[in-house]
């Protein structure tokens, strides 16, 4: 997602990850990966498991992999749940489809 950060940032999308981590071990990932999108820390999985149901159950500690794409009204229109990483085309098709807008 980083790596598309700028296209996002160009259709005037914002983006928010949230890591299962401890704060201290999300901030040093972030670090690593010299991540500058807004990255939270859920290790009790509050939001991942009682407000979007995403806990893995083959791994608890987990959350399944998952992107929630919002419109203004902060309305879902588009919703990507599985086991494999998200790939940011789909989700810049995405919202180019639903804003009827051509990629920048």
């Known amino acids: 997602m980083q790596k598309n950060l700028a296209a996002f940032e160009k259709r005037n999308v914002s983006i928010y990850a949230i890591s299962v981590d401890n704060p201290p071990e999300t901030l040093a990932w972030v670090k690593k990966r010299g991540l500058t999108m807004p990255m939270l820390s859920d290790p ?38 599985g086991k494999r990483r998200p790939m940011p085309p789909e989700f810049l098709a995405a919202i180019d489809w639903r804003f009827r ?4």
Do not use: M, S, T
């Open 44 to 81: 009790k999985q509050k939001i991942i498991e009682k407000q979007f149901r995403l806990r893995n159950p083959e791994r608890e500690e987990l959350a399944i992999h998952a992107v929630y794409i919002l419109d203004e009204a902060g309305k879902v229109f588009y919703r990507k749940i």
């Open 101 to 104: 807008k051509k990629a920048p």
